[in-house]
């Protein structure tokens, strides 16, 4: 068996034994509050609350290799979780938890590794009232609970809670709100923490870069990414563009699987290149079917779409002398793709429109910041392995690309059938 046929063989193989475990779409540590206060009398509150259910697992044992699509056949471990979050998300009057009136009401969210809920809360009269965000810090002492605040007629106002900052007052009269928290830069560390802690996105820049390639092709490609990303950020923040979220996450997963084949087909000999072609357009073929029978969230379009971009740009490369150079299209494309992701969180806070430019422009610096710091960590450390003189090239793209290939296509088969 030829090198190409064995490295072919090697690479499905090793997709297959590396599958990861469930782990969910932007696994950071992050909640997302919407409150709307009442002075009253009495004083009352709705709740609208976003959290990644990674956290959840984490802070109830009792829900581990349960979905939150299963959650709803469980009655007990849905009302564990709705107990769990009642009580550490609440509204506080003279030192007592507000009562809950009525039932607390599953939302639909954007992103299938999250939960949201909903509900209302009555106080006794009380002037002296506070909020509290205390979920999770017992389990991921990190966390960032992020709450968007608005009391009576008052300009909604962003709040974040911490670890050594779980509850703020609200301070007394009507048209009293609590104070900002940091603007632009509250939504700059929320971008850093949104890329650092995104593993399909890091799993994407880091295909993108398993191929090494000088300072000049690193730059292009980090280049087109960014700014198609910036893009689409904005057009879904501002609400010009919204397309589904699952069918969006689900195409993040394949845009990562369609780079470590190319990666393959780059590195390889022409046995090799014409299996990982055969393989991709099985992958589009079967996928466009399935969306064509309704079996997945993709709508058949634009699987067809995205699976004509890609076959295209394998014979396009196939046809240059330095097929490398062509990488920036391929980051710009799948880009346009990542950025209605990123767009996710931004959306699900419904920011009153005078809020969108700051949270947009500083979100989107702290998604570049940490971009750049993972490029400038991850690029030389690759350039390093792929010099050795004892370690093949060949081999540390190909396994690099079966790891990347695994997680993947198990983001996208999980997120299309969710």
Do not use: K
Not at 119 to 128: T, Y
Not at 207 to 232: D, K, M, P, R, Y
């Amino acid at each position: 068996m030829s090198w190409t046929r064995r490295g072919f063989a090697a690479l499905l193989a090793a997709a297959a034994l590396a599958a990861p475990e469930p782990v969910h779409a932007h696994g950071r540590s992050t909640s997302i509050a919407a409150w709307d206060v009442r002075s009253g009398p009495p004083a009352s509150a709705r709740v609208h609350l976003r959290v990644a259910w990674a956290d959840l697992q984490r802070a109830l044992p009792a829900l581990g290799g349960v979905t939150p699509a299963g959650l709803a056949a469980r009655p007990a471990l849905a009302q564990a979780v709705d107990a769990y979050l009642v009580e550490r998300y609440a509204l506080v009057a003279d030192g007592r938890d507000c009562a809950v009136d009525g039932r607390v009401a599953s939302l639909p969210t954007s992103d299938p590794g999250h939960v949201a809920r909903r509900w209302r809360v009555v106080c006794p009269d009380a002037r002296l009232l506070h909020l509290r965000g205390a979920g999770f810090f017992e389990a991921v002492a990190s966390h960032l609970h992020l709450a968007r605040i608005r009391r009576d007629d008052a300009r909604p106002v962003e709040q974040v809670f911490l670890l050594d900052r779980s509850e703020i007052a609200l301070a007394e009269g009507t048209d009293a709100a609590p104070p900002p928290a940091g603007g632009v830069a509250t939504f700059i560390g929320l971008g850093v923490e949104h890329i650092a802690t995104g593993y399909d996105h890091l799993a994407f820049l880091l295909a993108l870069l398993l191929l090494g390639g000088s300072i000049l092709e690193v730059a292009t490609i980090v280049t087109g990414f960014t700014l198609a990303h910036s893009v689409t950020l904005a057009l879904g923040v501002l609400g010009w563009v919204r397309p589904e979220a699952a069918a969006v996450e689900a195409l993040i997963g394949l845009s990562i699987a369609v780079v470590a084949l190319e990666n393959a087909w780059l590195v390889g000999g022409p046995r090799l290149r014409r299996g990982v072609g055969i393989a991709l357009a099985a992958l589009f073929a079967v996928a466009s079917a399935a969306a064509a029978l309704g079996r997945v969230a993709v709508p058949a379009a634009a699987l067809v779409g995205v699976g004509l971009f890609s076959l295209c740009y394998l014979g396009l490369a196939a046809r240059v002398a330095r097929p490398f150079r062509l990488r920036w299209l391929l980051a710009f494309v799948f880009g346009l793709i990542h950025g209605f992701g990123f767009a996710g969180v931004l959306v699900e806070m419904a920011l009153p429109p005078e809020r969108l430019a700051p949270a947009l422009f500083g979100f989107n610096v702290g998604v570049e910041l940490g971009q750049l710091t993972i490029v400038a960590l991850a690029w030389p450390l690759l350039r390093f392995l792929l010099s050795r003189a004892w370690l093949p090239r060949t081999l540390v793209v190909q396994a690099g690309s079966a790891a990347v290939l695994a997680a993947g296509l198990f983001w996208f088969v999980s997120r299309a059938l969710a």
